[in-house]
């Protein structure tokens, strides 16, 4: 099957690609430029430059022809990409490539969607619970799945909406709770923290494209949540991730206030992803972990 993917070279596309590949695809890697360091290491990739935001970008992604377009590449910078000005133009620009692949013939269009469209006063969360975006991030992303699932209905191509929770792996950026942690100790610096109370669900990025890829060759459509189902503490996280990074010592919970903004209890109701598909988990917390941190030792923690 050819498959175009945009974001390729983000935190989830380059994990999504290899998975693809794995599964006997012709990937198509779309990024803003041809040299990406974290996609020339991957043998057997068709790579294709565009820029998303321009309409010739948008006409190159068209050209590959896909029988499935993944759509990953969004804002996701830590401190800015849930008030991003940027979250609007990523808005229409997918809804005008998917119009565009739906007219080019693009059977089947995932585009990752987040937990935060949800109301996360619900705490744990089903794909009928409410949607309550606060943030321009959440609400950019809701705002381009609805349109999108009526695109879906008069076009006839398939829309598939995987709304990933929290996720965490070897090359996250430094600024998430999990590499800030483990940086930290590998530097021999104090890890400072909240007190550890949010409670949330974790799935480790290898999972989360194993997720997106079985619901690329399953015949779901719609909505769907991707995550553990596992909820747990952040203090839980943290004092694992100290502790297999080999100084628990230097765990400061409580050194951070709590958010007031931040939702202390997210959790994932799986059951509609694991009816339609299947598909499991293969790594636990612990083993998850356990590979980053193995990661952030060999790349050193100024690594990104």
Known sequence: MRIAVTGAGGFVGVHLVRALLEAGDEVHAISRSKRHPRLDEIPGLHRVEADLNSETGR????????????????????????????????QCATLSLAKLLAERGCRRFLALGTCFEYDTSFGHLSEETPL?????????????????????????????WPRLFHLYGPGECTGRLVPSVVCSI????????????????????????????????????????????????????????????????????????????????????????????????????SDGLAKTVEWWRCNGPHAS
Not at 62 to 77: G, I, N, Q
Request: glycine share 6%; hydrophobic share 45%.
């Open 132 to 160: 309550a975006p606060s943030h321009l991030y959440a609400a950019a992303k809701a705002g381009t799945f609805l349109p999108l699932q009526q695109l879906g209905a008069v076009t006839g191509m398939e829309i598939v």
């Open 59 to 90: 006409a190159s992604i068209a050209a590959v022809k896909p029988d499935v377009c993944v759509h990953a590449a969004w804002c996701t910078a830590p401190g800015r990409y849930l008030t991003a000005i940027e979250n609007v133009d990523l």
């Open 186 to 285: 590998l530097r021999g610096e104090e890890a400072k923290t909240t007190h550890g109370g949010q409670v949330r669900d974790l799935l480790y990025v290898e999972d989360v494209a194993s997720a997106i890829s079985t619901l690329v060759h399953s015949e779901f459509v719609g909505p769907v949540n991707v995550a553990s189902g596992q909820p747990v503490t952040v203090e839980s996280v943290v004092r694992e991730a100290a502790r297999l990074a080999g100084r628990p010592d230097l765990i400061r919970l409580g050194a951070v206030p709590y958010n007031p903004t931040d939702p202390m209890f997210i959790s994932a109701n799986t059951q509609k992803l694991r009816d339609a598909t299947a598909w499991k988990p293969r790594w636990t917390l």
